[in-house]
């Protein structure tokens, strides 16, 4: 269909409406104040012996309300948008207005946020409000996946609350990590290694949990593929977001067969980025109430 | 003529009266919604706004398909609590590719339409599965058979893609040709979500 231009479909809109309100007028006018109503030659027919069509018109109160309704929509319509292209007196417009607001949000609330952007940890931490907004904030962006608790969940989930942090623990690591996200990727060695060297290193990575990897068989494998990244003691390394596998806090599991699966298969993990979603103020106080003790 | 001989002669011959009655019903619909639907500048693709991949669009159709929309709105309303929480609020020319939209008017669940890259595919795919694995207060029912049944099980996607052309998405060749391989292997969960994933605020190219 040959598309009509705007200004068409604008006169259209303001046209209609115009003479809708008009015609409303006139059908309330001509009710109530034509002369002699219903016809005089032709009687009404009678009802239960004396009711008539016409005998008691309608109270004039009606009338004045749906006048008053119309003029409401006319000063309405002069003032605010409806009359097709006509943006309204006032100029108000449901964008500019949610401008206004976000730019009033700025004005009023910038400042103090800013303070919280760059308060001191402790600082945030000693105000008992803030770190109930700081509980709300997780509980509505973080909670889903490291629990309520914080205690991490389904083995993929990482806890928030134990000293193991794969990507830092210092404030401006885990402000990097809300900010920005994270993704791991561990690769798998099975294809490359063999089962057996798999099932070494498996063996390796428990020793090295209960501190009795000195002198290890697989002491030389581990050198040779792991250490680059998990270090040669195996304390990890937290830009590469190589965990700590000396330590009890394993991600994916305990068992021998999650650490064989890790080693065997590789895993991957993700943090997503926040920082569009959060503003400084909140990944602040983020950090503060993930740090207070 | 006043409105009592006009109501008289109308209220006399029932075609007449037919007429006015539908003449009247009409007159909403003729300003309210003939414009929309003629004026091409109202469904014109927003900034940045493409049309789904086959895989998303698949994942669309399961989100009707399991009635996805009555509980969860895709429509972030100009307001600043709104704005606030979701993010940018939701845009006519958003919707272009949609049809039908699903904006919704019920909200059991939170709004989905800033919903993509918020959790990973994996914690999406958890959940929609069974919901409880991860947030054990969830209310939300569980869609397990989605992790058994292959995406393209009725194989229509080129189908849809071709209508959904000749409405005015513009797909190439190419792309219909590539979709069947893209939805190969897939789940109708991994479809979902992807289509969830996609739910975000267009990219909008900015000059520096």
């Known amino acids: 269909m040959a598309e009509l231009p705007s200004a068409f479909w604008s006169g259209w809109v303001a046209v209609i409406t115009v003479a809708s309100l008009i015609g409303v007028f ?14 005089a030659e032709e ?18 109160w009606w009338f004045w309300l749906i006048f008053a309704s119309l003029v409401i929509s006319v000063i ?70 490291h629990a309520y608790d914080a205690g991490g969940q389904a083995n993929l989930f990482p806890s928030l609350t134990d000293a193991a942090w794969q990507w830092g623990g210092q404030a401006a690591q885990i402000e990097h990590s809300i900010r920005h996200g994270r993704l791991a990727v561990m690769v798998g060695w099975e294809a490359a290694l063999g089962e057996p060297a798999i099932d070494a290193l498996t063996d390796y990575t428990l020793a090295l949990g209960n501190g009795a990897a000195a002198g290890h068989p697989a002491e030389a494998q581990y050198m040779q593929f792991c250490a680059a990244c998990h270090g040669a003691d195996g304390s990890g390394n937290p830009l590469l977001g190589a965990p700590d596998l000396t330590d009890d806090a394993s991600l994916y599991g305990q068992s021998p067969a999650a650490i064989r699966h890790s080693i065997g298969q590789g895993r991957s993990g993700e943090m997503p980025a926040f920082g569009e979603r959060l503003d400084d103020a909140q990944i602040r106080l983020l950090v503060a109430w993930l740090q207070r003790s | 003529m006043n409105a009592v001989e006009l109501h008289r002669k109308l209220e006399r011959n029932s075609g007449l009266l037919i007429f006015g009655i539908l003449f009247v019903s009409a007159i909403g619909g003729l300003v309210q919604v003939l414009p929309s639907v003629l004026q091409d500048d109202l469904v014109t693709p927003g900034p940045g706004t493409q049309p789904y991949g086959p895989v998303e669009l698949t994942g669309r159709d399961l989100y009707i398909r399991e009635g996805c929309s009555t509980c969860h709105s895709q429509q972030v309303r100009p307001l600043l609590a709104e704005v606030r929480r979701y993010g940018p609020y939701s845009k006519a020319g958003e919707s272009a590719y949609d049809r039908p939209f699903l904006w919704g008017s019920k909200r059991t669940g939170p709004d989905l339409h800033r919903i993509g890259g918020k959790y990973t595919d994996v914690w999406q795919r958890m959940h929609l599965l069974d919901p409880r694995t991860v947030v054990p207060d969830s209310i939300m029912p569980g869609y397990p058979w989605l992790g058994e049944r292959a995406a393209d099980a009725d194989g229509s996607i080129q189908s849809k893609m071709r209508a959904l052309r000749r409405l005015g998405h513009p797909y190439t060749d190419a792309e219909i040709e590539a979709a069947p391989a893209a939805l190969a292997g897939l789940k109708e969960v991994d479809a979902l979500v992807a289509y969830l994933q996609a739910l975000r605020a267009p990219a909008v190219e900015t000059t520096p």
């Open chain 1, 26 to 39: 006139w059908l309330i006018y001509s009710i109530y104040f034509t002369k002699g109503g219903r016809d």
């Open chain 1, 76 to 145: 309405y319509l002069m003032l605010y948008p409806g009359l097709g292209a006509f943006g309204g007196a006032l100029n108000w417009s449901q964008g500019g207005e949610i401008d206004r607001r976000l730019n009033r949000y700025q004005t009023e609330f910038g400042p103090v946020r800013r303070l919280v952007a760059e308060a001191q940890l402790a600082t945030l931490q000693e105000d008992a409000k803030l770190m109930a907004s700081a509980q709300r904030i997780y509980d509505r962006n973080c909670a889903v996946c």
């Open chain 1, 43 to 60: 009687p009404s027919p009678v009802w239960d012996g004396n009711l008539r069509e016409g005998e008691h018109p309608a109270p004039l």
